[in-house]
């Protein structure tokens, strides 16, 4: 499988949280400024754990949780839940898994 973003997404979220000035920025012609990220000397690690065709898979949120664990001093995840099922979070694994990462 390839680790390319097929849908744009970590390139939208990577460029919010570290992304350099851009100079002559517009919104549809609408306005101009100067843009940035939150903070553009940020280095970044980017797991990709949702596949176009067959979804996220808890497996691979949780090993990329285990891995950023390693020196991250922030964590963001962003996965849709397509199935729309919500469980109480004492019941899901990412959930957990996120708890156990905040209680280091």
Do not use: Q
Not at 5 to 11: F, I, L, N, S, V
């Amino acid at each position: 499988m390839s680790l390319r973003d097929a849908e744009g997404h970590r390139t939208h979220t990577g460029s919010t949280v570290a992304g350099s000035h851009a100079f002559h920025a517009s919104m549809g012609g609408y306005t101009a400024g100067i843009t940035k990220g939150v903070a553009p000397k940020a280095r970044l690690t980017v797991y990709k754990v949702c596949w176009k065709n067959s979804g996220c898979f808890n497996f691979d949120i949780l090993v990329a949780f285990d891995v950023a664990n390693d020196g991250a001093d922030v964590i963001s995840i962003s996965v849709n839940n397509g199935d729309r099922i919500s469980s109480p979070y004492y019941l899901d694994p990412i959930a957990i898994e996120e708890y156990g990462a905040v209680s280091l």
